[in-house]
């Protein structure tokens, strides 16, 4: 009776030793799996952040940009630079039409605040402090054939404060400030900066600067 006791002694030994490893064992995986939460968290957090905060990918839809911009291009739009410096003409941004708070619009700032613009005879022209007898716009990145005309009831606009005139490259069919008016500066969601798709369009997108 004695031997069966000591072995069942040592039994029970063994099994408490055999007990203790899976409990360490679920302890590790235990902490494994709250190191992966805090991990997925903190990746969402950056990815988030990232996205609404610093760089955010856009698919463009139409045509109304070509043809520097295709239908189905994919593009980076950058968030930062407006933060520290205003909107400059030239500069293609994504925004939010007035009104449309849920649709992402592309286009290209033609005006800044406080300027008039006049169009007609298939140009643009700026009438500011600097030039106030007004300039044109020399818009060479738009194709000679490509018409720039008003809206059927007015061809003259004029910007407020923080207010901004915007067209589509392909002036015929877009979109733009011709026909909804100004763009208020808080309703810009960023800058387009870079191309990321198709392959042969790779890289950052250049910026139109004009001489005034």
């Known amino acids: 009776m004695d031997d069966h006791l000591k072995d069942t002694d040592k039994n029970w030994n063994n099994n408490l030793s055999q007990i203790e490893e899976p409990e360490n064992e679920k302890f590790s995986f235990l902490e494994f799996i709250w190191d992966l939460i805090k991990t997925a968290v903190i990746v969402v957090v950056i990815a988030f952040g990232v996205k609404y905060f610093v760089v955010q990918p856009f698919i463009v839809d139409g045509n ?75 818009e060479s990145y738009i194709p000679a054939d490509f018409q720039t005309e008003s809206s059927r009831n007015n061809n003259e606009y004029e910007l407020g404060n923080n207010e901004y005139f915007v067209l589509g490259d392909n002036r015929e069919h877009s979109s733009d400030s011709r026909e909804w008016g100004n763009l208020p500066q808080s309703n810009i969601l960023g800058r387009a900066w870079a191309n990321i798709y198709p392959l042969n369009n790779i890289g950052i997108i250049k910026h139109q600067s004009f001489n005034e």
Do not use: A
């Open 64 to 138: 109304s940009m070509q043809p520097n911009f295709e239908n189905n291009e994919y593009l980076l739009v950058e968030k930062v630079s407006f933060r520290f410096r205003q909107p400059q003409r030239g500069d293609v941004i994504v925004f939010h039409p007035p009104g449309q708070s849920t649709v992402n619009y592309i286009k290209r700032i033609v005006g800044l605040p406080g300027e008039k613009l006049l169009i007609e005879d298939n140009s643009v022209k700026i009438f500011n402090n600097s030039h106030p007898d007004g300039f044109t716009l020399d």
